[in-house]
């Protein structure tokens, strides 16, 4: 053998023989005085940074070996900046976790330009908390209950025509008929909440937290009706209200309205690279679930007003794995009445 390719073929042997070394690593020795870093597809201060920054304080101490976990923001294209990063360019070992906008399966599955990964391919470690949207309508509207909006109109504030707050109720209009008037260029979920009180409009469409956060007054005195929940399962709070997937007359309208909803359902997640090594993945997975057990844990979150609800990485990867995975032809059925920025 030539010397050139014999010492080239030596180097391929011991660089390959080093990676097998590092994967068969006992996963408390890697771990051991690395440092993990959070990614945050999301600009500071936020409800997602919020989110990040808490499970960054407290999931070390669940990973073996202890490692240190340094949050880092890379905010930009909803997110997608750090999803492709995440998936594309970061160390697949399991030394990056990140948590990005839970619409990710969503626009794979749509086709949206900015998207370079494949959901399904990305470890989902776990979620913190749900993230329920919701429509609510002015107590003294006809519109009363879900079941009014289908021969009655109510006029619903949004932001923009490709916002959730938009986009939900018109699939609704869409998919199951309601007869909501969706009426946009509110610049936010506050200032459509005030066009409420100047009866500019009878209701809106937002996340439950925003609705607690800003007027629980409204709730505690029923100035509001809660008609509908865009996600997967009830909340615990709002167990009288029917969530959208409950409202399918068939198998295609019930795949479309989960497709839509999976976003609340996903919430506020971790997820980890791609070909992360399975025993690693299986540590970040059992050290999450341990997390959200924890005291200090659930306390922090109680100390900054966030809501929990856990729900393990297993769980959540099916969730992701039946979005990036419907037909071709509810997929077109979703594409024409979902707006893609």
Excluded at 176 to 205: D, I, Q
Aim: with cysteine; hydrophobic share 45%; proline share 7%.
């Amino acid at each position: 053998m030539p010397l050139r390719l014999l010492a080239a073929t030596t180097v391929c042997t011991v660089v390959a023989a080093g990676a097998q070394v590092a994967a068969a690593q006992p996963v408390a020795d890697f771990y051991r005085g690395k440092t993990v870093t959070m990614v945050i597809g999301y600009p500071p201060a936020g409800a997602n940074d919020v989110y990040a920054r808490m499970v960054a304080r407290h999931i070390g101490k669940h990973i073996p070996g202890n490692p240190n976990v340094v949050p880092r923001n890379m905010p930009g294209a909803g997110s997608l900046i750090a999803a492709n990063h995440i998936f594309n360019v970061a160390p697949k070992d399991g030394t990056v976790l990140g948590l990005l906008v839970p619409t990710l399966p969503l626009e794979e599955a749509l086709g949206a330009s900015a998207v370079k990964f494949r959901s399904a391919g990305f470890h989902w470690v776990g979620r913190m908390a749900p993230a329920p949207n919701i429509t609510f309508i002015n107590a003294t509207s006809p519109v009363k209950s879900i079941t009014d909006a289908f021969d009655k109109t109510a006029i619903l504030g949004a932001t923009g025509r490709s916002a959730t707050n938009a986009i939900y109720p018109t699939v609704l209009n869409n998919v199951l008929g309601t007869k909501f008037k969706v009426v946009t260029g509110y610049e936010g979920s506050a200032a459509a909440m005030l066009a409420m009180e100047r009866g500019e409009v009878e209701g809106h469409s937002a996340t439950y937290d925003t609705l607690k956060t800003v007027h629980a007054d409204w709730l505690a005195q029923k100035k509001v009706n809660v008609v509908v929940q865009y996600s997967l399962t009830r909340h615990p709070e709002l167990s009288d209200v029917p969530t959208t997937v409950e409202l399918a007359r068939n198998p295609e309208q019930a795949q479309i309205l989960r497709a839509v909803s999976s976003a609340s359902e996903i919430g506020k997640f971790v997820l980890t690279t791609p070909e992360t090594p399975a025993d690693r993945v299986q540590a970040l997975r059992q050290a999450f679930d341990a997390m959200v057990k924890d005291d200090a844990f659930i306390a922090d979150a109680q100390k900054l007003r966030v809501e929990l609800g856990p729900l393990a990485g297993g769980a959540l990867q099916k969730i992701v794995a039946e979005v990036a995975g419907m037909p071709a032809d509810i997929v077109a059925r979703v594409k024409a009445i979902y707006p893609l920025n």
